[in-house]
């Protein structure tokens, strides 16, 4: 099963001992079928927090409100019960620590087999089948071996492989890939994003990557939504966001990516200042304590979605649309 998927007004905050974090706040997404979608945005911005919400795996303390539609079905009034059954078959979230996909007393193999529970068609065997060439699929070439693996066996590499032909055996129509790079060395890194490129080929779901490296998102994706302090400031097709950025965060992030960087450069530049305390957002424009351009309604007024094309949107005083 293959559909759309659009979050609209969603918000999500966190109840905890210090008060209420506002962790997403407004936000408006969507994605189709074949698309690869990214979310980009410094760490404590809400990527997590969107995409587990999309997964429907947000913790006890979360509040949610908004919508998200998947394929016709609204996901946030969800009762329990097909909620796991949608979680389960079609929805599959792979995290940036692979150890979480596994259970560390069994072993891989069983694991995957489990993973498949879904298909009620097919044996223990045919299931071992599937494994087995799911395995090769994500570049495990002595599969038998591997399965017989408990995860503390496997290098992280290795790991978040086999946590991405985990979720690929649920045949989900929605792969989501949080920070999928960020805890493996360069190498692994390259290595699993060619593993995403190559699947992004012949799996016709969608696939949302977050990261906070601009490269795998160039490298990846379709369109980038670029977050900052719980809301998307920034939204289009990744030409329009590399290369015709209208939101002044969005070209902050831009003018710091290492990848801009000679290795000559002893510190890499960091936006100056840091993130607003979201258990009291302030009025107004989200960044306007940090941006370099504030206007005169910066700091009272909400900035308007300002529409820049088909699809390119920006949440700014200072941009016309
Ligand atoms: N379970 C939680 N309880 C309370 N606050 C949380 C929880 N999870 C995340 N947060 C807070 O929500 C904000 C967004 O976090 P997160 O979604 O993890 O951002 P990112 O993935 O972009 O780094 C941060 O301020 C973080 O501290
Ligand atoms: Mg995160």
Known sequence: ??????????????ETLHGSVQALRHVDIEAHPGEVIGIVG???????????????????????????VYHGVDLVNLDAHRRRLLRGDEIALVSQDPMTAFNPVLTIGDQLVDFQ???????????????????????ISDAEQRMKSYPHELSGGMRQRMAIAAALLTDPGLLIADEPTTALDVTMEAQIIHLLRELRREYNGIIIVVSHHLGVIAEL?????????????EGGEVDAIFHDAHHPYTRALLACDPARFPDRLERLPTIPGTLPNLTEPPAGCIYASRCERTLEPCRNVVPPCVKLSACHIARCHGVCG
């Open 221 to 233: 994706c379709d369109r980038v939504y670029v977050m900052y302090a719980g809301e998307v400031v």
């Open 117 to 139: 529970h879904h298909r009620k068609d097919l044996d223990r065997s045919q299931k071992k089948a599937r494994i087995a060439a799911m395995l090769t699929r994500v570049g």
């Open 1 to 14: 099963m293959t559909g759309s998927l659009a979050a609209r007004d969603l918000s999500v905050r966190y």
């Open 42 to 68: 410094e760490s404590g911005c809400g990527k997590s927090t969107l995409v587990t919400a999309l997964a429907n795996l947000l913790p006890a303390n979360a509040r949610v409100e908004g919508s998200i």
